[in-house]
């Protein structure tokens, strides 16, 4: 999803972070922002919590571990990864449904290797879906910036690179 700013990048996470946990029952989503902090601030209490009162849908949160458990049994988890390369290796030994990897451009770490060394792996049981949110940045390298860098914002589209699909839209759109 490359998209401008304020246009609901997150928000559309948080939906689908929902949508998947009650259509998959028993399985783990996870949403990664910068830091566990960042991720905190933009999507825990103004998104996730606010999409599961306004559906009134049973759930529980756990704010230490940010963690929430759905009545099916299935699990979103809250993390953030870019303090340093040790902290991508906590996602490990899991598998998902979802990963949604937010604020694609900005990371310091290898974020192609935490694509593709640690999520792909782990996304290929449930056959899950990695997704990376973002908008356009001066940095000029990564896997964000490969992806997008030929690709507008303006008009909202769908095209496909690389086997990915790439969404975009903007604030009016």
Same mark, same amino acid.
């Given at each position: 999803?490359?998209? *401008?700013?304020?246009?609901?990048?997150? @928000? *559309?996470? /948080? !939906?689908?972070?929902? +949508? *998947?946990?009650?259509?998959?029952? /028993?399985?783990?989503?996870?949403?990664?922002?910068?830091?566990?902090?960042?991720?905190?601030? !933009?999507?825990?209490?103004? =998104?996730?919590?606010? =999409?599961?009162? +306004? @559906?009134?849908?049973?759930? $529980? #949160?756990?704010?230490?571990?940010?963690?929430?458990? #759905? #009545?099916? /049994?299935?699990?979103?988890?809250?993390? /953030?990864?870019?303090?340093?390369?040790?902290? +991508?290796?906590?996602? !490990?030994?899991?598998?998902?449904?979802?990963?949604? =990897?937010?604020?694609?451009?900005?990371?310091?770490?290898? !974020?192609?290797?935490?694509?593709?060394? =640690?999520?792909?792996?782990?996304?290929?049981?449930?056959?899950? *879906?990695?997704?990376?949110?973002?908008?356009?940045?001066?940095?000029?390298?990564?896997? #964000?910036?490969?992806?997008? +860098?030929?690709?507008?914002?303006?008009?909202?589209?769908?095209?496909? $690179?690389?086997?990915?699909?790439?969404?975009?839209?903007?604030?009016?759109?």
């Amino acid at each position: 999803l490359f998209s *401008t700013r304020r246009a609901a990048k997150s @928000y *559309t996470a /948080g !939906l689908y972070l929902v +949508k *998947t946990a009650l259509e998959r029952k /028993g399985t783990s989503s996870v949403y990664i922002g910068l830091t566990r902090d960042q991720s905190k601030r !933009l999507i825990w209490n103004d =998104i996730l919590k606010e =999409i599961i009162k +306004k @559906y009134d849908i049973s759930a $529980k #949160f756990n704010e230490t571990e940010l963690t929430i458990t #759905f #009545f099916n /049994g299935s699990i979103i988890y809250i993390v /953030g990864v870019d303090d340093s390369e040790a902290e +991508k290796d906590k996602l !490990l030994g899991k598998k998902y449904s979802l990963a949604i =990897i937010d604020e694609a451009a900005s990371y310091n770490i290898d !974020l192609k290797s935490l694509v593709f060394k =640690i999520l792909k792996p782990a996304m290929s049981d449930l056959r899950g *879906t990695i997704c990376l949110i973002g908008t356009p940045d001066n940095k000029k390298a990564g896997i #964000f910036y490969e992806l997008t +860098k030929d690709v507008e914002v303006n008009p909202a589209s769908i095209s496909n $690179k690389d086997g990915w699909q790439i969404y975009t839209w903007s604030t009016f759109d």
